[in-house]
């Protein structure tokens, strides 16, 4: 994989002066725009061989020097140019305690959807698309099927009708919540790798005694209290996806119900919730805030109750030899009865801007919105954008699609690939992405044919050839054969080796370049469902368990078992109280009496050699007074 994953930094990005500036424009002449987001949640240069960072693209774009040239020409404002005063938090309840107190003043911010919720429904931002402003590329290239989902939440009004999240807010990154796990944990001595896939299809794995101390859950209200409501509820999710599945209820009404159960809130349902999360913490080794995707590659833990943007870190760091000692395969599992669907979205604070702000600001969410953008930051963060389009499609392909891999080099470092269908065997031209041949079960994806003398003709002409790679010294750190044979992705679809994944749903109306029945199914062996058999014998085929592309991208019918997390409003008081007090002993008590055991032996331990050696010394003095 080319992922690059940027998790970690430490330093907030401040690209010009403080973020509590108000006025239009430096005492430099620069107009400002002042954005916050997330720590390492926009491209970032590592070297000046790449780009540069995404908010300096954006102040020397195109787009933005005509802006200022028609502000000069129309207007007769002139600007030296744009800078981007560029801000970073550490959680979305920071954000809004500034919000509430005045203290900070952005023209956009980045939150999650309840945030962005208790944001709008407190009067603390203002609507988008006004005087004529616009987000054409958002509206060009937002996968329609998770704007959907934006479209849909409504920011409850406690005076007047809901308010459409959508015209306030819009959406940057999204994924889903799962279970994150190891099935080699060494905790998990004795259970098979099926009874393990089996068990971790449902959040009652988090329950069950088999998996006592080896389970690891957020320290977030909302998060965990939505695992406890998963639980405590599991029979009422049971009875409408059987209602869905027999036909007896539409999918939107599946849909509506499913939101309905998951966002309880009310002080009888948290009352319920709390005696389940009692007993989970009975049954986990600890909470955590973000040691959780670093805790289970250590194999501290076997399993995580994780957002799938930090799963696929887990992933590929348990797979990067130069991070781990031995490689840690990970599976993550969206539960079969459902789980939470979360978005992380632009929203504009209500605070003093000019209009040439207010019009700058439509213009960064544009130019984040480009697809070649989006996948720049898609490709920094880990997390999966918002946006499809074309340049996302080819991250897509050359991350997880299998024939992407399947080349050829020769002697001379000529790149080939192979036809397994006609026989054909043609040069690959990597500076040139565009198709026209219609055959795509069995080609390499993104590539040219070239006509050249020396391409070789038959399949005994491809030998292999012995590639060596190079770390950042230039020491030969791998060497291993790479061969031409192209596999028939047909036949390994039928024999189970690789699945066929469907997203058109996703690049639906997107792609501008490709063919959307051909190009936007998939062929990976990090999406494969398993076979596994239950405790009677039956066997069954998992609809929930991945790898990174399950991950990042789950199919249609995972999405539809999933449900946003409403802000909870007034009923918040009773949600936060109950939170306090399963906080309040963070120990389970298997691992409190076992702390109170330790710390008793080794009192008494203590108390023995004081006394033992008071002992002596009243021996000794004795014997000297004898004598």
């Known amino acids: 994989m080319n992922k690059k994953m940027k998790w970690l930094a430490v330093a907030p990005l401040i690209f010009a002066a403080s973020s509590g500036l108000t006025s239009c424009s430096d005492a430099s002449g620069y107009l400002l725009l002042r954005v916050i987001n997330s720590e390492d949640y926009i491209y970032l240069q590592e070297d000046e061989s790449e780009p540069e960072d995404m908010v300096v693209q954006f102040e020397k774009s195109e787009a933005v020097q005509n802006y200022l040239d028609e502000l000069a020409t129309q207007e007769g404002k002139h600007y030296k140019g744009v800078k981007v005063i560029y801000d970073t938090s550490d959680t979305n309840e920071t954000l809004y305690s500034e919000l509430q107190t005045g203290k900070s003043h952005y023209d956009l911010m980045n939150v999650s959807d309840y945030m962005a919720q208790k944001i709008v429904s407190g009067k603390m931002a203002i609507p988008l698309y006004q005087n004529g402003n616009t987000i054409p590329k958002y509206e060009t290239y937002a996968s329609a099927s998770v704007k959907g989902i934006l479209d849909a939440i409504k920011a409850p009004q406690y005076d007047k009708p809901d308010i459409v999240l959508a015209d306030y807010a819009v959406g940057y990154m999204w994924g889903t919540l799962g279970l994150l796990f190891n099935p080699d944990y060494p905790g998990f001595s004795g259970l098979e790798f099926d009874e393990i896939i089996n068990d971790m299809q449902s959040v009652e794995a988090l329950w069950n005694s088999k998996y006592k101390g080896t389970i690891s859950v957020k320290n977030s209200m909302r998060d965990t209290y939505a695992l406890g409501v998963l639980y405590t509820y599991k029979d009422e999710f049971a009875e409408i996806k059987t209602k869905y599945e027999n036909g007896t209820m539409t999918l939107q009404q599946y849909k509506d119900a499913f939101s309905d159960i998951f966002n309880r809130c009310d002080e009888k349902s948290v009352s319920e919730v709390k005696l389940s999360l009692d007993a989970l ?109 074309d340049s996302i499609l080819e991250l897509v392909r050359d991350w997880y699609d299998y024939r992407t891999g399947e080349i050829y080099v020769d002697e001379e470092f000529q790149v080939y690939s192979y036809d397994a269908v006609s026989g054909d065997i043609a040069a690959i031209d990597y500076s040139d992405f565009s198709r026209d041949n219609n055959d795509r079960d069995n080609e390499l994806l993104y590539y040219s044919e070239e006509e050249l003398e020396d391409v070789p003709t038959t399949v005994d002409d491809l030998l292999p050839v012995m590639v060596e790679e190079e770390d950042e010294e230039g020491n030969i750190v791998e060497v291993h054969k790479t061969y031409g044979m192209l596999s028939n992705v047909t036949e390994m679809v039928a024999a189970g080796e690789l699945e066929a994944v469907d997203l058109r749903y996703f690049f639906k109306d997107t792609i501008e370049e490709y063919d959307l029945d051909a190009d ?23 609809i929930s368990v991945g790898r990174q592309f399950f991950c990042q991208y789950p199919n249609e019918e995972t999405l539809n078992r999933c449900a946003v997390m409403k802000d909870y409003g007034d009923n918040n008081k009773y ?52 004598n």
Not at 588 to 609: D, E, K, Q, R
Request: hydrophobic share 40%; charged share 20%; with cysteine.
């Open 281 to 389: 913490k009975e049954n986990v080794f600890g909470l955590e805030v973000d040691s959780g995707k670093q805790d289970i590659i250590t194999k501290k833990i076997g399993i995580n109750f994780a957002w799938s943007g930090d799963a696929v870190y887990s992933m590929d760091q348990g797979e990067d030899l130069t991070q781990v000692s031995e490689e840690v395969e990970l599976y993550y599992s969206v539960p079969e009865l459902g789980s939470n669907v979360w978005m992380d979205v632009w929203v504009m604070p209500d605070c003093d801007r000019s209009e040439e702000q207010y019009k700058l600001a439509h213009m960064f969410l544009d130019f984040l919105s480009d697809p070649v953008n989006a996948a720049q930051n898609m490709n920094y963060t880990g997390y999966t954008s918002f946006v499809a389009g």
């Open 520 to 542: 936007a199914i998939f062929y990976s062996d990090c999406y494969l469902p398993f076979t596994y058999e239950d405790e009677e014998g039956v066997e069954h085929q998992n």
């Open 575 to 626: 949600v936060m109280k109950m939170w306090e007090n399963f906080k309040s002993n963070n120990l389970p008590t298997w691992a409190t009496v076992l702390f109170i055991v330790i710390i008793a032996g080794a009192v008494a331990l203590i108390s023995y050699f004081v006394i033992n050696s008071l002992m002596k010394k009243s021996t000794r003095k004795k014997r000297i007074e004898n």
